[in-house]
């Protein structure tokens, strides 16, 4: 049995990652997160009196709390999801993404690697290859290109996992996903945010055309996927995760309307980001031919399952959008 340190993980990704291990069993889970206004507990109350699991409050960016979190509970798998996540936020301030993803990352591999951690896991994003013209897809050898604040500081986190690698030979692997969708995310983000949206009646601001494409993928099968790097990908590898998906923001929007039952008068094209990229395709080759990983969900029914799941979880929607979310809604909407 391994115990396996995951960070972030009262956060979107990591608490569906933390209920996969659970169910799959055979591992103890420390989830080390610092409880952000992305941090929520609530995503994780159907496991937190399960025996295998245990949780710490504590900021990756502050060593003594890291180093107080490998001496008590010693894990040997580090998979590290903890992250300032939203482009947005990192457009208005991004100052916490330097902190959280480049600082808070090495802080992370300096403690792991001191305490003998035989494999550290990291979590990062298609977003470090840049944005795509009308062709093509990112492969693991597409040069790193960010173009956000937050990916900026994504491809940071990478290269010094890299570097950790290359210099001390610490056993790293580096996994790069498009974007998710499914229970527990956060309303900031696309889709939960046009789903409540909509549901409350309100407009639904689409940036620019609305004709940018992202490649989307359902949350369990991105964690299925970053299980399958930390049992049997190879030490100093990077793998794709994608889930074959490309729509643009504009049909996704539809879609959802369709779904709701919602007219597209709610729609509003607002300001459009700045140094919004264009497209993201991710080619997933790599792992699924060395892995023997594929994506169990289609896009059109793990929609719908989204949807019903936010209808369903009106008190978890109500909490996350606090007066905390409302400030931040403000400040991103109302100028637009
Ligand atoms: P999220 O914003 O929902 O969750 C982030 C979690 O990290 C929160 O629980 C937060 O409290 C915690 N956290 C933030 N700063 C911390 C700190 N200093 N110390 C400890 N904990 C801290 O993010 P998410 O969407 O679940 O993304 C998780 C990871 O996956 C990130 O690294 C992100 O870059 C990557 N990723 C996300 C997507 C996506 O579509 N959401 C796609 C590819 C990769
Ligand atoms: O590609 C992986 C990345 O996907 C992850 O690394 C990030 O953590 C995650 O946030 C996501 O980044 P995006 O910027 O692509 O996701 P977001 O949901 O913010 O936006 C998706 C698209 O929708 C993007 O083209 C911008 C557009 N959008 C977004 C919002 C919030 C709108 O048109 N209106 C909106 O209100």
């Known amino acids: 049995?391994?115990?396996?340190?995951?960070?972030?993980?009262?956060?979107?990704?990591?608490?569906?990652?933390?209920?996969?291990l659970l169910q799959r069993g055979g591992h103890q889970v420390v989830?080390?997160?610092?409880?952000?206004?992305?941090?929520?507990?609530?995503?994780?109350?159907?496991?937190?009196?399960?025996?295998?699991?245990?949780?710490?409050?504590?900021?990756?960016a502050e060593r003594d709390q890291v180093e107080a979190v490998f001496a008590a509970h010693r894990p040997s798998v580090v998979v590290h999801f903890a992250a300032e996540s939203h482009v947005d936020r990192s457009v208005l301030d991004a100052s916490a993404f330097v902190r959280t993803n480049v600082m808070g990352t090495q802080v992370l591999l300096d403690v792991a690697r001191a305490n003998g951690v035989e494999r550290f896991v990291h979590v990062s994003t298609d977003e470090v290859y840049g944005s795509l013209g009308a062709t093509g897809k990112f492969t693991e050898s597409t040069p790193l290109a960010p173009n956000s604040p937050y990916s900026a500081s994504k491809t940071g986190s990478d290269l010094l996992v890299r570097a950790a690698f290359h210099t001390h030979g610490f056993p790293c692997l580096t996994t790069r996903c498009s974007n998710n969708y499914g229970p527990f995310q956060f309303p900031e983000k696309l889709i939960p945010l046009m789903i409540l949206n909509a549901l409350d009646g309100k407009s639904l601001p689409v940036y620019g055309d609305g004709k940018n494409v992202r490649d989307w993928i359902y949350v369990t099968d991105h964690c299925s996927g970053i299980l399958a790097v930390m049992e049997r990908g190879r030490d100093g590898e990077v793998y794709n995760i994608g889930g074959n998906a490309e729509k643009q923001n504009i049909e996704v929007v539809k879609t959802l309307l369709g779904l709701l039952g919602k007219g597209e008068e709610l729609i509003t094209f607002v300001k459009d980001r700045p140094g919004h990229d264009l497209r993201y395709a991710i080619d997933n080759t790599k792992i699924r031919s060395e892995l023997g990983w594929e994506p169990a969900h289609s896009f059109d029914t793990a929609l719908r399952e989204t949807v019903d799941w936010y209808r369903s979880n009106a008190a978890w929607c109500g909490s996350v959008r606090s007066g905390a979310y409302r400030d931040y809604y403000a400040r991103q909407y109302d100028a637009r």
């Open 1 to 20: 049995m391994s115990k396996i340190l995951v960070t972030g993980g009262a956060g979107f990704i990591g608490s569906n990652f933390i209920r996969l």
């Open 31 to 60: 989830n080390l997160d610092a409880l952000t206004y992305a941090g929520n507990l609530e995503s994780l109350a159907d496991v937190a009196n399960e025996p295998g699991y245990a949780f710490v409050k504590g900021d990756i």
